[in-house]
């Protein structure tokens, strides 16, 4: 990670990390950096916090000042811009999101002209720029300087896209979705309206600053609730850029990323559409996940924390299905990111396809319990190379043996050390986990609330 740029883009609370400077050096480097053969084109997409639209306008003054003409999607998902970068020839594409996070924060998440996430390289070169105390990059003068184009139809062409790729209609089938009052809002419903669903929608109202606010994925028991009462074949939940995507069953039963990778592993396996016979996991899927794909005969990988080294582990080793615990699913005969409403029409799939209930379709996969505790800290480096905290976190795994397991990793977006234990019980878990988070506050490393 840099300075700036974590794994997944230059993220922080607005104006006091990230700020509209930020923003406009990052729009007038790409600007110039694309620009040098050719006069460079870039879509620009957002979220709906109040300070996208700010970013969206400081991004677009440095690269229209720097040469670049700008097509703007306005209010779009993540995979949606990756989508129209592949699809209709641009050089690079801005998504102004913080994700999952509260919507004082804000990111810019800039993908290359394949439609993944922009080379390490290319980050750190912005980053110089940033801190250069000189502007070296010339103005666009004249005729050169770039202009602004209204893009709205290559989110449609996005919408059309999606609704493709579904096998059967949706007809008569009681779908909610949880739009965390984000991204999801501009295109979800649509899509599901369009496919016969009888849609039902919570969290549908952004007002700037609701976003990700106890809905959608990090949210998941709202979403539980509202299938429950309102008796639901399924739900789906979305994070707030709508690259994420967790389920809830006709039961009410959460599904997570684990459970999704299987579900859709396992269907992919029966139809000769699992490349390699191989999914891809990170460190953090769950024990139980392993053991159900051993029972079936699935070859698995594990990468690090991050759909970043999930998608380049699939694309090194041709592999057509990876993911996270969280809800990034990334189908890579249709898509180069995590993509939550695919995902969701993925799901939808394995369940008409297989003509059965969801509830009745994860029946031989026993998760682990798992508890994971975010510790907010001064200093992430610090507590990674503290020689006592790396001492109680031997001590705790010796102690779990075969039985369970215990990760200590830093957030790559927010200051937090993730601390995940698991065991046979709840109980083991939540013990061993407050182990080292004693350890972490005894030894002065955490953030007083």
Excluded: W
């Amino acid at each position: 990670m840099g300075k700036y740029f974590g794994t997944d883009g230059f993220r922080g609370e607005a104006n006091v990390d990230l700020t509209v400077m930020h923003a406009y050096k990052v729009g007038r480097f790409l600007g110039s950096y694309y620009g040098k053969e050719h006069k460079a084109k870039i879509v620009i997409g957002k979220d709906t916090r109040r300070s996208s639209y700010m970013f969206e306008y400081s991004l677009v003054a440095g690269l229209t000042a720097s040469g670049a003409d700008v097509y703007l999607l306005h209010v779009t998902t993540t995979p949606s811009v990756s989508y129209v970068i592949r699809t209709e020839g641009f050089d690079c594409g801005i998504m102004i999101s913080a994700s999952h996070n509260p919507y004082y924060d804000n990111g810019i998440k800039i993908i290359n002209g394949n439609g993944y996430k922009l080379e390490a390289e290319v980050e750190q070169l912005i980053e110089d720029y940033i801190d250069c105390k000189e502007d070296n990059i010339p103005y666009a003068t004249r005729e050169n300087i770039g202009r602004t184009v209204d893009y709205a139809i290559g989110r449609n062409r996005y919408i059309g896209y999606l609704i493709s790729l579904a096998t059967r209609s949706f007809k008569d089938i009681k779908v909610g979705l949880d739009l965390a009052n984000g991204s999801a809002t501009s295109i979800a419903k649509g899509v599901y309206d369009a496919l016969g669903a009888k849609t039902y929608v919570i969290n549908g109202e952004p007002d700037g600053t609701n976003i990700n606010r106890n809905c959608g994925s990090t949210h998941i028991e709202v979403l539980q609730k509202f299938v429950k009462e309102n008796g639901l074949d399924v739900g789906f939940a979305y994070d707030g850029d709508a690259d994420r995507c967790l389920a809830v069953d006709d039961m009410g039963n959460i599904i997570d990323g684990d459970l999704i990778l299987y579900l859709c592993g396992v269907y992919m396996k029966e139809r000769n559409d699992l490349a390699n016979n191989t999914i891809v996991t990170t460190i953090m899927s769950n024990m139980g996940l392993y053991e159900a794909l051993d029972r079936k005969g699935i070859k698995y990988e594990k990468t690090a924390v991050g759909d970043k080294y999930v998608y380049e582990n699939m694309m090194l080793n041709g592999h057509s299905i990876g993911g996270e615990q969280s809800g990034h699913i990334i189908f890579s005969k249709h898509a180069t990111t995590g993509d939550g409403i695919l995902t969701s029409l993925k799901l939808m799939e394995v369940m008409l396809e297989s003509k059965a209930k969801l509830s009745q379709l994860h029946k031989d996969l026993k998760i682990f319990p798992q508890v994971l505790v975010n510790v907010r800290v001064k200093d992430k480096k610090a507590v990674q190379e503290d020689a006592e905290i790396t001492k109680e976190v031997e001590a705790v795994s010796e102690q779990l043996g075969k039985n369970g397991r215990i990760l200590v990793r830093q957030s790559g977006t927010e200051p937090l050390i993730r601390v995940m234990v698991e065991a046979k019980t709840e109980e083991i878990c939540k013990r061993e986990a407050n182990r080292v988070v004693q350890a972490m506050k005894n030894r002065g490393h955490v953030v007083d609330k």
